[in-house]
C-alpha cells in the first residue's frame, strides 16, 4: 500500500507546542530535519515560515513533497533526500541563514504500520528496518542472525536497556541454528516466550519493544547520526535561534539534555524551559503514540 493512499500518515506530534517555541517569522528559514509526514513542515509554512525538510526515506518525501505543494505556497520550501547526518553540507549547498533547526526523531507512523520494512512486531514483515533502503546494506535480519551471541547481548543491553537481554541473545543464537530467523513474527515470538519462562505469573505488554528498538537503532546507526546532526545545527543557526528535539526514548533524550547543558556551560546560548515539554493528556488520548514523546528547546546566543 502506498503512502498517500493509506490513513495511517503521521499525526505530528507536540505540534502546537513546537510552533510556539520556535517562534516562527515570517519568510525566515527553519530547517526540518526529519520531514516524515510533513506535519510540522505544514504548519510551519502556513505561519509564512520557509522550510527546508530533511528525510532519508523516499517514500516519506514522495508523501510529504505532494502534501506540502498542495497545501502550501509554491517556492516556500525545499525537500532534501538525505541522511541529517550530512546537515552541515546540506546547508552549506543551499546557503540558507537558518532561524531554527527541528529533530522528530524515530520512525512515523507510516513507517511502523506496514511499509513492509519490519520496523514493527505488530505487522509480519520480513527483519529488514532500513530507513533507506538504496543506501544502506545491513538488515536487522542480518544483525540477528550474523552477530555474535555476545554482540547481541551488548546491543539489545544498551540500545535497548531490556533486563533479559543475556536470555533473549541466547535464544536467537539457539533458534539461528535450527532456522535462520527471517520475519518480525519470528523474532517475535522468541521474545515473547523468554518473558513467559521468566515471568510466568505477569502478562507483559509487548516484550518485544526494547529489542525492536534495539535492532532499529543499530541498523540505522541513529544515535551517532543525530549526535552528529545535533552538534551541527547550533553553527548553523543565526543568533537568537532554536532548536527544537522531540525524542521518544531515554537514550535520545540524554544526548539532547548533556548537549544543550554542555552549550549552556559553554555561554552559547540557553535552554528553554528547564524541563522537557510532555504532551497533554487530551493529546497523547488522540494520538497513543505522542505518549513518550519529550520536547526539549535551545536558543543560541
Ligand atoms: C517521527 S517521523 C517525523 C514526522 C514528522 N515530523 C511529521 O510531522 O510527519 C521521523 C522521520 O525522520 C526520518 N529520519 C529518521 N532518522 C533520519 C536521519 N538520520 N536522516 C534523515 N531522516 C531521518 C524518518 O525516515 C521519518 O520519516
Known amino acids: 500500500m502506498k503512502n498517500n493512499e493509506q490513513n495511517n500518515f503521521h499525526k505530528p506530534v507536540l505540534l502546537q507546542e513546537v510552533i510556539n517555541y520556535l517562534q516562527i517569522q515570517s519568510d525566515k528559514w527553519y530547517v526540518d530535519c526529519t520531514l516524515g509526514s510533513g506535519g510540522h513542515s505544514e504548519a510551519i509554512l502556513k505561519l509564512g515560515g520557509k522550510v527546508l525538510a530533511i528525510d532519508q526515506d523516499q517514500e516519506a518525501i514522495d508523501f510529504a513533497k505532494e502534501r506540502l505543494a498542495k497545501n502550501c ?6 525537500i532534501v533526500r538525505a541522511n541529517f547526518a550530512s546537515l552541515k553540507k546540506i546547508i552549506e549547498e543551499n ?31 520480513s527483519l529488514d528496518m532500513r530507513m533507506d533502503p538504496e543506501n544502506q546494506t545491513v538488515t536487522a535480519a542480518d544483525l540477528v542472525n550474523g552477530l555474535y551471541e555476545n554482540e547481541l547481548e551488548k546491543l539489545i543491553t544498551e540500545y535497548g536497556q531490556d533486563r533479559l537481554a543475556k536470555s533473549i541473545a541466547r535464544a536467537i543464537v539457539l533458534e539461528r541454528k535450527i532456522q535462520a530467523i527471517r520475519t518480525t513474527t519470528e523474532l517475535r515470538e522468541i521474545i ?4 513467559r519462562r ?15 528498538q534495539a535492532l532499529r537503532i543499530a541498523v540505522n546507526d541513529e544515535l551517532n547520526n543525530f549526535k552528529k546532526a545535533l552538534k551541527v ?21 540524554r544526548i539532547v539534555k548533556h548537549q544543550f547543558l554542555a552549550w549552556q556551560e559553554n555561554e552559547l546560548g540557553q535552554i528553554i524551559a528547564k524541563k522537557p515539554i510532555v504532551p497533554e493528556l487530551k493529546e497523547i488520548i488522540n494520538n497513543p503514540n505522542s505518549r513518550s514523546s519529550k520536547l526539549r528547546i535551545f536558543e543560541k546566543n
Open 198 to 212: 521468566k515471568y510466568s505469573s505477569k502478562s507483559f505488554r509487548n516484550p518485544a519493544t526494547k529489542t525492536f
Open 192 to 195: 515473547e516466550n523468554i518473558y
Open 233 to 253: 545545527s547550533l553553527k548553523i543557526l543565526s543568533p537568537k535561534g532554536r532548536i527544537a528535539v522531540i525524542s521518544f526514548h531515554e537514550l535520545e533524550d
Open 95 to 125: 546557503q540558507l541563514e537558518v532561524q531554527g533547526v527541528l529533530f522528530d526523531l524515530g520512525v512515523s507512523t507510516y513507517q511502523l504500520t506496514g511499509n513492509g520494512r519490519g520496523f514493527s512486531f505488530q505487522v509480519e514483515e
Open 73 to 78: 505556497p509554491k517556492g516556500t520550501f525545499k
